[in-house]
């Protein structure tokens, strides 16, 4: 009898850690998704997106082809009762022949509302519907940004019902305090995720992600993020440089944002579809925040 109640003992108290774990976990992934949201309210950004092929000499990543570079310029705003869902457009500036080619994103917090994303090809004149990672909309399509290597479901945020989370380890990455979180998507996620599972090194003071590692369901690293060029921007944490590494293909991108602006005004009606197949309307909504920057 006394070894049946000590062992309840150890279960019980094992039980309780593991929930406490857990409960840490989410809760300071809260804390990351709200200041993630914070670099999302009212922002317009100019951002260059660099694609090559890669290989890891002496421990470095050197591109082994010339980059493919874009230029894009992005908006952003929070929307909704509470401003946790959002809304942004990114259109490309370069290269020329891609001139107009414009993402449109409309991101929801809710577990049970799907995010919506669409592709406008100036080319073909037709804007189609894709995929956000937690679509089963069997006639959208999921895709990367732009040709890159960043998907539409790298760059979701919210949902945080969607995955269970816990603390592997704490301790110090690149000289600051880190926690390291796994985060697993419950089935319901898991049918339509491309990653089984990922774990993250969040920098426990300033609330962002510094590095992650995506895997399949087969256990195997498939994709890694890193950031970079970490500044405190209207007192908001940020990375200005973030490198995704596709491991299956061994091609990356690197995401530079080269100027950023906050509390710009932006007219809610330019993100819109019509955004993307409208030029001149387009036009003119991007030169008013194009002033408001200078």
Not at 179 to 191: F, G, L, S, T, Y
Request: net charge negative; glycine share 4%.
């Amino acid at each position: 009898m006394n070894f049946l109640k000590i062992l309840a003992a150890v279960t019980t108290s094992a039980l309780l850690a593991t929930t406490a774990c857990a409960d840490e976990a989410r809760d300071l992934m809260e804390q990351v998704d709200d200041n993630s949201r914070m670099t999302s309210e009212s922002a317009f950004i100019k951002m260059q997106l660099s694609t090559c092929k890669f290989s890891v000499a002496d421990g470095k990543i050197r591109c082994t082809e010339k980059p493919r570079i874009k230029v894009l310029e992005t908006a952003q705003m929070n929307t909704g009762p509470d401003k946790k869902d959002s809304k942004s457009i990114a259109i490309v500036l370069e290269p020329a022949a891609e001139r107009g080619i414009g993402m449109l994103s409309y991101i929801y917090d809710d577990s049970d509302k799907d995010n919506e994303t669409w592709l406008y090809l100036s080319a073909l004149g037709k804007v189609k519907r894709m995929a956000s990672g937690n679509s089963n909309d069997e006639d959208s399509e999921s895709t990367s940004l732009f040709g890159s290597e960043i998907t539409t479901e790298d760059r979701e945020t919210g949902k945080l019902d969607d995955y269970t989370y816990s603390i592997l380890q704490k301790g110090d990455y690149q000289g600051r305090p880190v926690a390291i979180v796994q985060q697993v998507p419950i089935p319901k996620r898991a049918a339509v995720s491309d990653y089984a599972k990922t774990i993250s090194w969040i920098d426990t003071e300033r609330l962002i992600t510094l590095k992650a590692q995506m895997y399949d369901k087969n256990d195997k690293a498939v994709k890694r993020m890193q950031v970079s060029q970490v500044e405190e921007i209207n007192g908001v944490w940020m990375a200005r440089s973030l490198t995704v590494m596709n491991l299956v293909t061994n091609r990356l991108t690197n995401m530079s944002m080269d100027a950023i602006s906050f509390d710009v005004a932006i007219d809610e009606a330019f993100l819109s579809q019509r955004a993307l197949t409208d030029a001149a309307f387009r036009e003119k909504h991007l030169d008013v925040l194009r002033a408001q920057t200078q």
